[in-house]
């Protein structure tokens, strides 16, 4: 038996109960063994939940190049790039931008830029904003 059709095996024993932590842990430790069309065939069974720690396990191994990309370049953003990219609705990065700039406002870094562009935004950031301002007070 290869370790997909042992990982498999157990999806299928284990999808009415609730799984044993010891063969999930050992199922979780063979998944860099897979080859990427068997982890793409995993992480989208239907054995498996969006939420079950094998799926994202699969998730990292797939993408273990990606993950924390997308983070770590945020954080390395000049703040007007920070500021465009937040006024750019559609790039998907919005909430950790948001986090990032909240970050950078408290530490005290270009607060007049940020407050401007948290003004200008949505009424839960004019809010945050507003708390802020009376904090400081």
Request: glycine share 2%; aromatic share 8%; with cysteine.
């Amino acid at each position: 038996m290869t370790d997909y059709e042992f990982i498999l095996a157990q999806c299928r024993k284990f999808h009415f109960t609730k799984w044993d932590e010891n063969v999930l842990r050992e199922c979780q430790e063979v998944l860099p063994n897979l080859t990427r069309e068997q982890l793409v065939s995993l992480y989208r069974s239907r054995l498996l939940d969006e939420k079950h720690p094998l799926r994202q396990t699969a998730f990292k191994v797939l993408f273990a190049d990606k993950v924390g990309k997308r983070e770590e370049r945020i954080k390395n953003l000049p703040t007007e790039k920070l500021i465009e990219e937040f006024g750019d609705k559609k790039s998907g990065n919005l909430a950790l931008i948001r986090k990032e700039m909240r970050e950078r406002y408290s530490a005290g870094k270009d607060k007049t830029m940020i407050a401007t562009a948290f003004n200008n935004a949505t009424k839960s950031d004019q809010k945050w904003m507003k708390s802020q301002v009376r904090k400081e007070r």
